[in-house]
């Protein structure tokens, strides 16, 4: 019987998502569904949760104190960015304090795990890392789980606030000769790895995210629109892009 259940909650909760409607209550989904936005989320809550902790140095190392200030609202942002995502964690069943501090945040994207050596690598991850978000944002935003498209209407602002603090910084040290191969040396060294985090193309993984609409787009098409967005602006600042074929 559960299984007769649980097919006929497939047949519907598809015929809701086909027709465009969002879902928002745990009682319409398959679990199926559920474990896959689970993923999807946990990903995103950690990886925010991880930006955070990699910031937090840089209030500390910033050159002036306008942004030292900066620094300490963009890792504000960032862990409340992760709380929000992990409150909709919680509500489908997750113990999310057990899954930060003995999971230990497993979920994070592995550029998470490489230190942020100096100035020029903290501005140049900015710029491409909260870009690269961005264009993996807007899956979300339009995504058939109601509350998790509604976290980013407020989420996806604040990230289009960092994207420019890291664009200033970009383009002021790609501008001054003394600065401008440190910024390049950086650009080479973040590119393949925030590449890498679009992950393969035509993966079993992402049909399914697509099949529920917790995703709308093929990893390799959100990959692209990104490398369209970075690399005349980039060029514009006189830097060299590395080939979108470059993975870390």
Known sequence: MLVVNESSKHETMMGKINSGAQLDSVEEITEDYKQNL?????????SELAGAYGYVPWIEGAPTVAEK??????VKDEVRHAKAIYDLVERLGVNVDQLIHEDKMKNRMQVFYEPIKTWADL???????????????????????GPWA???????????????????????????????????RALNFWFPKINKVFGKAGTQS??????YKLKSRDNDD???????????????????????????
């Not at 900015?126 to 995504?143: I, K, S, V, Y």
Request: glycine residues 4%.
């Open 69 to 74: 200030l900066a620094m300490a609202n963009i």
């Open 123 to 145: 501005v140049m991850f900015n710029f491409l890392m909260d870009r690269a978000a961005g264009h993996q944002l807007q899956d979300a935003a339009q995504c058939s789980w």
């Open 150 to 184: 509604a976290a980013m209407v407020q989420i996806e602002k604040e990230e289009l606030m960092h994207v420019r603090h890291g664009e200033t910084w970009v383009r002021k040290l790609a501008s001054d000769p003394l600065t401008a191969p440190d910024i390049q």
């Open 38 to 46: 689970l993923k999807l989320m946990i990903a995103q809550a950690d």
């Open 222 to 248: 959100v990959r692209n629109s990104w490398y369209k967005e970075i690399t005349p602006l980039l060029e514009s600042y006189g830097l060299t892009v590395p080939s979108i074929d470059v993975v870390g």
């Open 206 to 211: 992402n049909q399914t995210f697509r099949k």
